[in-house]
Structures are given as structure tokens and as C-alpha cells.
């Protein structure tokens, strides 16, 4: 097990697992979801609950909006191009 693609591979998953833990924790706090905060902090998934969470749960109002304001003014450009 002291080969350097096992290192670079868990260090890799360690790295993987704490940004989305983290991110999704953070996102839990700001939204005082204890249950949620609690969870993450418990389960180790490598990133597969987090980012479930993030994904389907830990939607904030606003998000996407960025998304689908350039997607308008895109369309706007394209309209005024024909």
C-alpha cells in the first residue's frame, strides 16, 4: 500500500470529500437545518450526500438566477442579430 498511486488517490478522494462536506455544511448552517448540518457531518459518503443535498435540498431562492439572466440577454442578442 506504499505505492504513489494509492497516496495521490486518497489524497485525492480526502480532498474530494471535505470540499463538498464543507460546502454543503455551510450551506446547511446558513439555513439553520440542524438535521441536515448534523448528517453531514456523520455520514461519510465521499461526497455523495453532500452533493445530493446541494443539488436537491439545499436549493437557496436566488440560485440560478445568474444563469438565466445571461441566457435572456443571449436570446435578446440572437433576436436582434435575425
Excluded: T
Excluded at 436566488?62 to 443571449?74: A, L, Q, R, T
Amino acid at each position: 500500500m506504499s505505492s504513489p498511486f494509492f497516496f495521490w488517490g486518497l489524497s485525492f478522494w480526502v480532498v474530494w470529500d471535505i470540499f463538498w462536506k464543507g460546502l454543503a455544511m455551510w450551506r446547511a448552517a446558513r439555513r439553520k437545518e440542524s438535521w441536515w448540518f448534523v448528517a453531514l457531518m456523520l455520514i461519510n459518503s465521499v461526497g455523495i450526500l453532500p452533493i445530493a443535498y446541494l443539488l436537491v435540498w439545499g436549493k437557496e431562492p436566488g440560485d440560478g438566477k445568474m444563469v438565466k439572466s445571461v441566457v435572456s440577454k443571449v436570446k435578446v442578442i440572437k433576436k436582434k442579430k435575425k
